[in-house]
């Protein structure tokens, strides 16, 4: 099993591009997460979704939209990059809901220029 | 609303030594709380978690926790430092509930150990 993955590894974007970070599950989690984590501020949810089709603002939703299609694909989108976005964002999943723990990817280093 | 606060962004132990790393939360209701271990440019990897069960708890790689109520602590602890344990360690809460879908991290703190 290859567990979360996370595609890509490493992106560098000029402000106001757009892009679209996948996240995919093969142990057939029901919950999925983005999280993005700051120096000094630990990891921060950015939005989440407890199956296929649904998904629900986390801690830090704007300038971030995601989607669910897919059981097992968690798609996280930015429209228009900004600066403040520079970050390293992780995905994770979870049997049902946090009582499991989670389960997280290697994460996306993104910079934004 | 949940919070965790980890004192001590930064903790040196020597190899051999006692490793104590502080977590305090706050939660309006019994939590579930969660120590994860993150090693350089990796993911983070669960150590170990309480959910309402014996509230000392064992995890991974010889570290263990103690969810102490009246105190709202849930300090990790490994009684002899290994180089292999440098890393950074995140505190983390859930209150369960339509919340339970949500993890509140600590700011995180970094471990290193001198030879």
């Known amino acids: 099993n290859a567990g979360v993955t996370q595609t890509p590894k490493f992106r560098v974007l000029k402000t106001g591009q757009s892009m679209t970070l996948l996240c995919a599950q093969d142990m057939n989690h029901e919950y999925m997460y983005w999280y993005r984590q700051d120096p000094g501020m630990g990891l921060r949810l950015i939005h989440y979704s407890v199956g296929e089709g649904t998904t629900a603002k986390g801690e830090v939703p704007d300038g971030y939209n995601v989607s669910r299609l897919k059981k097992q694909n968690f798609l996280l989108g930015l429209e228009s990059a900004a600066p403040s976005q520079t970050s390293v964002y992780f995905c994770?999943?979870?049997?049902?809901?946090?009582?499991?723990?989670?389960?997280f990817g290697p994460g996306t280093r993104l910079t934004v220029l | 609303a949940q919070s965790v606060t980890q004192l001590g962004s930064h903790v040196s132990v020597s190899e051999g030594a006692l490793v104590l790393l502080r977590c305090n939360y706050s939660?309006?209701?019994?939590?579930?709380l969660f120590w994860y271990v993150q090693y350089p440019n990796q993911g983070l990897q669960l150590l170990l978690k309480?959910?309402?069960?014996?509230?000392l708890v064992k995890g991974i790689n010889g570290f263990e926790a103690e969810f102490k109520k009246s105190e709202t602590s849930f300090h990790l602890t490994k009684p002899s430092a290994h180089m292999s344990d440098a890393a950074e360690y995140f505190c983390a809460v859930s209150e369960g509930g339509n919340a339970g879908n949500m993890l509140t991290f600590g700011g995180g703190t970094r471990l290193m150990v001198k030879p």
């Open positions: 939660s309006s209701v019994p939590p579930y």
């Open positions: 309480y959910t309402s069960a014996a509230t």
């Open positions: 994770a999943s979870s049997y049902s809901g946090t009582r499991w723990g989670q389960f």
